[in-house]
């Protein structure tokens, strides 16, 4: 079974950043692409960006050019930095990793921007 690690998360004012790390229990390279979801209070599970194996990379709209996504292949680990965040970018964020037919999730971590 896949395990995958996240950290990173906590409170920051508004206009501040985070960065989430996500560490998987095999190789980056083994999953056709990883990724962060965030879930909101009430709200459906959305996907906020993704990476796949090839390095093309997706964003939410709400994120663009304030989140990056990326990977360190020494490290065997992905990143998501989250920079000018809002209060609407509060939720829970989860590591997503994915094989045909199969989905891999982390056990969430809070992202909460107030002031």
């Known amino acids: 079974q896949v395990q995958l690690v996240e950290s990173g998360g906590g409170l920051v004012q508004p206009g501040g950043s985070l960065r989430l790390s996500c560490a998987p229990s095999?190789?980056?390279?083994?999953?056709?692409?990883m990724g962060w979801y965030r879930q909101a209070p009430g709200k459906q599970r959305e996907l906020v960006a993704r990476i796949n194996v090839g390095g093309r990379t997706d964003y939410a709209d709400s994120v663009k050019a304030r989140f990056t996504i990326s990977r360190d292949n020494a490290e065997n680990t992905m990143y998501l930095q989250m920079n000018s965040l809002r209060p609407e970018d509060t939720a829970v964020y989860y590591c997503?990793?994915?094989?045909?037919?199969?989905?891999?999730w982390g056990q969430g971590t809070q992202v909460t921007v107030s002031s």
């Open positions: 095999e190789s980056i390279f083994n999953f056709n692409a």
């Open positions: 997503n990793a994915n094989i045909p037919s199969r989905n891999f």
